[in-house]
């Protein structure tokens, strides 16, 4: 079962930063790409749902939601980490 598998799983990512300024932030793509590397299992960008529907732009953990179909949702824990480019 993909959500067992899935559910409370923790993803580490790292945000560049430059002036205090991040740039650009984690979207849907980069979490899908990193899930996919980690897990081996293909999330289209449209499948992952962010805190606030919106790119997330500071360090710390943060949970965020896998559709893996139309009923069914995993939780996940993003921690993100930030590094000065």
Known sequence: NIQKMLEWQKLELTLKWIWTKVFGGLDEHAIATRVNEKFGIHFEKNDIKLPNKTHI??????????HITIDTMAKIVV???????
Do not use: D
């Open 57 to 66: 732009k500071k360090s710390g953990t943060h949970l965020v939601y896998l």
């Open 79 to 85: 921690e993100v980490h930030v590094s000065e480019k």
